[in-house]
């Protein structure tokens, strides 16, 4: 089983700065690793998948880097409606597993 | 437009059954592997289940292997996850997901969750 170690727990950014999210695996995943959103009360929200690929009508504010076990997700110019917790899951092997999530809160 | 809508959660007693479905509409469904993902109550996101397009194929995550199973009906665009042997620590927010096509494996599209409880 792939264990992925997702850090910060949380943040807290005031608008207009660069947001920073690490994933890192315990096995190498090549470049499956993805990016949900989600926020308070909503199912997740697909933002980036396989290939560090933006998903259609995401902002290209959104991105991320990696491959192998060290993978990256950053948000530039953060907006106060990118409140939410933040989620990296590997799709290379069963069981599909994701990181703990990151908080991220505005000031 | 993609619509995913789970229903059949509710209050249930340890040890006994329940039966989720998901009724999808907006796309193929009989082309898409689907799954189901799980959120306990201020926790994060488990994967619990995945079925094939056709439903000959299924994956479970070890919390759940030989308890649940995951069925789907192509005919009426509806996935199913049958849940027996309940356990406290099945409470949580159950989502139907589809797994984007062609044999990806992340999910592409979410229904808005159904609520499991199981307490007595």
């Known amino acids: 089983e792939t264990t992925v170690t997702q850090s910060p727990a949380s943040l807290s950014m005031a608008v207009g700065e660069k947001v920073s999210i690490s994933c890192k695996t315990s096995?190498?995943?090549?470049?499956?690793m993805n990016w949900y959103q989600q926020k308070s009360g909503e199912a997740p929200k697909l933002l980036i998948s396989?290939?560090?690929t933006l998903r259609p009508g995401v902002p290209s504010r959104f991105s991320s880097s990696g491959y192998g076990t060290d993978f990256v997700f950053t948000i530039n110019n953060v907006l106060l409606g990118d409140e939410g917790i933040y989620y990296c899951q590997q799709s290379d092997n069963v069981p599909y597993t994701f990181g703990a999530g990151t908080k991220l809160e505005l000031k | 437009e993609v619509q995913l809508v789970e229903s059949g959660g509710g209050l249930v007693q340890p040890g006994r059954s329940l039966k989720l479905s998901c009724a999808a509409s907006?796309?193929?469904?009989?082309?898409?592997?689907m799954a189901w993902v799980r959120q306990a109550p201020t926790k994060g996101l488990e994967w619990v289940a995945s079925?094939?397009?056709?439903?000959?194929?299924?994956h479970y995550g070890d919390s759940v292997k030989g308890r649940f199973t995951i069925s789907r009906d192509n005919a009426k665009s509806t996935l199913y996850l049958q849940m027996d042997s309940l356990r406290s620590e099945d409470t949580a927010t159950y989502y139907c997901a589809r797994h984007e096509n062609w044999g990806y494996w992340y999910f592409d599209f979410w229904g808005p969750g159904t609520m499991v409880t199981v307490s007595s």
């Open positions: 907006g796309f193929t469904f009989s082309d898409y592997n």
């Open positions: 079925i094939s397009y056709g439903g000959s194929n299924t």
């Open positions: 396989e290939g560090n």
């Open positions: 096995t190498d995943i090549d470049d499956d």
